[in-house]
């Protein structure tokens, strides 16, 4: 039970002590955070003074305790003010992701492919480029002084030439506007060649990959004709990786970035996992479980997985890369990273699927390839399995402020609050969290969903158990390399001021 709830049912004279805060039990202490997301972890002895109101104020305790803001008598408004709206930053600015779906077209065949991928002789899902140039304004219309712009698949290189287009046509427009322009490009480099590898670095596009993992793996979930899908990312990523060294460019903070899936073949290799990423000059690893989208709903008999199942891998891929930090080699967790950074620093790191609320609408919009418009790319997918919850415009007739407007935006926005969801709201992880109200409407019917039955909700509660863990047992190198993973990388090479 929270504090939270005993002031509330009894409201015993000993709770005035405490501000307003929530409690959950970890290791053999007892994890406190207050509103505006600081915490600290307490002994039984000392949280049984802490609930009684029998903390001496001279005490080291009490001192900890008001650093938190977890002291009634000596709450601190304004800092609580001032935390909250630094954490909220985000909604000052209108969506500053922009995901152009430039193609179905792919040539490789992923099980759980979520994009719901076309053959490649399905020319007529390519983006045109009429429609590409209406997608751009619109993107550039945001209120956002950020924006990036995201191509996505499909395979987006299969459509090269409206990539280049939409490059060259958004830096001409953004001319007169003068926002930070970024470009990035998620492929799986099965058709790179070392003209268009040179054309996007020359623009200075992020390139984005997948990798699954070992190589037995990765080819089973990822089938390219013709060949190992393995080999040629593999082959690629140290190729794009030697190309930023000739362009002089520092390999510890610009290389390629790879994104793997969590299948239930996955969850007997969480070493083996992280060594293919090694092995591959890879720094940081995406511990994502699969989603419920496109041709994974279709193989869910043999993809898919109890959560905590999930969350045994997890723990030990994540154990392993902490010894490998010990070791000398640095390698991070991008959920660690940004759940972290939201504990350890009081800042959001502003990962659109986990905030309150998320980014659907008013932090990322989805274009697709016929100019239909989505909340986010989540919401595009849903569409290409027959439903279209989610769809919010057309480029060729859609007003920036009717999308915003629009009362689809507005009910995701209410959704994801996670000051509103009952579920939540007594939460201990609530500062830091997030719910996706499109996971919740495609797996539980509602975009309000029930959270606590939530495979998502298990997923990011148990990954901030383990970090909390980690953080109470207060080895000196795992919270080294704990700061190292809050740490903003630097990345001005690929940010672009017209």
């Not at 049984?48 to 803001?69: D, H, I, M, T, W």
């Not at 500053?96 to 065949?109: A, D, G, I, P, S």
């Not at 932090?363 to 997918?381: H, L, P, S, W």
Request: net charge neutral.
């Amino acid at each position: 039970m929270t504090l939270v709830q005993l002031s509330r049912l009894d409201r015993p004279a000993s709770t005035k002590f405490a501000a307003e805060c929530k409690v959950r039990p970890i290791l053999d202490k007892m994890l406190v955070t207050s509103l505006d997301g600081a915490f600290v972890l307490l002994t039984q002895d000392e949280f049984r003074a802490f609930k009684s109101g029998e903390v001496p104020a001279e005490s080291e305790l009490y001192q900890r305790l008001c650093a938190a803001n977890l002291v009634r008598a000596a709450f601190d408004v304004k800092r609580a003010a001032r935390l909250t709206s630094e954490r909220k930053g985000f909604l000052r600015a209108g969506p500053n992701l922009h995901v152009f779906v430039v193609t179905l077209r792919c040539n490789e065949t992923c099980v759980y492919c979520h994009a719901s991928r076309a053959n490649m002789d399905a020319v007529h899902t390519d983006m045109k480029k009429d429609i590409a140039e209406k997608t751009v304004d619109l993107a550039l219309a945001s209120t956002s002084p950020f924006i990036t712009i995201e191509f996505q698949g499909g395979e987006p290189l299969a459509n090269f030439s409206i990539v280049q287009h939409i490059i060259d046509y958004a830096k001409r427009q953004n001319a007169a506007l003068g926002k930070t322009l970024e470009f990035t490009l998620v492929s799986n480099l099965g058709l790179m060649t070392e003209e268009k590898m040179a054309y996007l670095l020359d623009q200075r596009v992020q390139i984005c990959t997948s990798i699954d993992g070992p190589q037995v793996l990765h080819d089973k979930q990822r089938k390219l004709a013709g060949g190992s899908a393995h080999e040629t990312a593999a082959r690629w990523i140290k190729r794009i990786n030697e190309a930023y060294i000739e362009r002089g460019l520092d390999p510890t903070l610009y290389h390629i970035e790879a994104l793997l899936t969590t299948t239930r073949d996955t969850l007997k290799l969480p070493r083996e996992v992280v060594d293919s990423y090694r092995s591959l000059g890879c720094r940081a690893l995406f511990l994502r479980p699969v989603d419920p989208f496109g041709f994974a709903s279709r193989a869910e008999s043999h993809l898919e997985y109890p959560r905590e199942e999930y969350l045994k891998f997890y723990r030990s891929a994540v154990d392993y890369m902490l010894e490998l930090n010990r070791n000398g080699t640095e390698i991070l967790e991008r959920f660690a990273a940004i759940f972290l950074t939201k504990i350890l620093t009081g800042t959001d790191p502003n990962y659109l699927d986990i905030r309150s609320p998320c980014g659907a609408g008013i932090g990322q919009v989805a274009y697709n390839y016929d100019g239909k418009i989505f909340t986010c790319d989540e919401g595009r997918m849903l569409h290409e399995m027959g439903d279209d919850t989610f769809l919010i415009g057309d480029v060729e007739t859609s007003k920036y402020r009717e999308l915003m407007a629009h009362p689809t935006v507005r009910a995701l926005a209410v959704a994801s609050n996670l000051d509103g969801q009952p579920d939540c709201v007594n939460c201990t992880y609530q500062t830091y969290c997030g719910v996706c109200p499109v996971h919740s409407h495609r797996t539980q019917g509602s975009v309000f969903g029930r959270i606590r039955d939530s495979a998502l909700c298990a997923v990011h509660k148990g990954i901030q158990d383990y970090l909390f863990e980690k953080i109470a047992e207060n080895d000196p190198d795992t919270m080294r390399t704990f700061g190292k993973w809050t740490t903003i990388r630097e990345r001005s090479h690929y940010l672009q001021n017209c």
